[in-house]
């Protein structure tokens, strides 16, 4: 039953990840649902059927960055980057997205360099930095990530940060030696 959980968690949220929006499985899922559900499964002491959503999102939240907080592998790394989807699509919260898509990107988690490079790119709660986006982009490129290709190919036509690309290969090649934890395929 756990390893079935865990299962449809990830995929629950890489679904949602990489849309950035509702994404049709069996139902619409949600990064709310996404936050709930794994909110629940790490925290059984809650009485979750017995309190409205609004109330049990705002405990899932508590759960995910107490989590998230206390470092850990998988919990922590997986927390991190459903709270960074979470206030960055869902409750556009740019500020707590970008904190927890570092926390996350630390860890080595795709999905938060991600949300970095289209933080960066679009200046969205940072200062607009295409080296800086083209670094995230080219860190998930390394673990082979599929959204970051199309991004890279889209960078590479842009003119704008077509003259970014070498800062941000040189970013990234800085960043992952200052945190090879990251880019162990081993320890993530």
Avoid at 2 to 12: E, Q
Avoid at 118 to 134: Q, T
Avoid at 142 to 153: H, L, P, Q, S, T
Wanted: hydrophobic share 40%; net charge neutral.
């Amino acid at each position: 039953m756990r390893t079935y959980l865990k299962a449809t968690l990830i995929l629950c949220f890489v679904s949602v990840a990489f849309t950035g929006s509702a994404h049709e499985t069996n139902k619409q899922t949600t990064h709310k649902d996404c936050v709930i559900r794994l909110g629940s499964w790490l925290d059984k002491t809650f009485d979750w059927p017995l309190v409205d959503n609004d109330t049990m999102l705002d405990h899932a939240v508590e759960v995910l960055e107490s989590r998230a907080r206390e470092g850990g592998m998988p919990y922590s790394k997986l927390s991190t980057t459903v709270l960074a989807n979470y206030f960055y699509y869902e409750k556009k919260d740019i500020r707590k997205a970008v904190y927890w898509a570092h926390k996350g990107a630390e860890m080595g988690c795709n999905v938060c360099y991600m949300v970095l490079c289209y933080a960066y790119a679009a200046g969205i709660g940072v200062i607009s930095d295409g080296a800086e986006s083209a670094k995230w982009c080219y860190l998930a490129l390394a673990n082979n990530d599929e959204a970051a290709k199309k991004v890279m190919r889209i960078f590479e036509q842009e003119q704008e940060f077509a003259k970014t690309l070498s800062e941000g290969k040189r970013r990234a090649r800085e960043w992952m030696g200052t945190h090879p934890q990251a880019c162990d395929p081993y320890v993530n």
